[in-house]
């Protein structure tokens, strides 16, 4: 089993369930603003750090649990996987997850129930958001659904000139010609 790492109670994704108290029912709604983690998304896009996330959550004592639900609202920054365009574009991320005790229930029944675990009243939220906005984000990023991307041959930007053509495509063997004789001068 891992020994997740010590949870900072000041650190802006974690929430202290202290005054939540754990009367089955009771509820708080926590909004709050924070910077976003580093490493939030893929290599492709994601969210640069330190651009403020909205977080609008609810939190609500089930039992010994505690479920989250809410959304988290921020930006995401990428590159066009085809016309290497920056992308910006807004994200809601859907949070909803049950936060469970350690020792709470059986190993079996925290299989089953695919929860986290909090750490004494503290539950961590950057896991979750980690995992959601990787989920939320496209595997491959593009600008529009129907970007031309670049020409392979020269690299313009075919959105821009959709009718760019080179005409006749150039013989290879000239093209190898061309290196070997670049070759002989060097040489
Ligand atoms: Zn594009
Ligand atoms: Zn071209």
Redesign the pocket.
Known sequence: MVTPKSLDARSPLVIDTHELGRRMGAMQEISRQVPAPDELGTAVIGVPPGTPVDLDIRIEAVGEDVLVTGTARTEVRGE??????EIADAIEIDIQELFVHPGAHSADEDDELDASQMEGELLDLEPLLRDQVVLDLPFQP???PD?A?LCVECGADL?ADPTHDHGEPIDPRWGSLGAWQEQDRTS
Request: contains cysteine; charged residues 15%.
């Open positions: 066009c996987g085809r016309c290497l365009t593009v600008c529009r970007c991307g959105n």
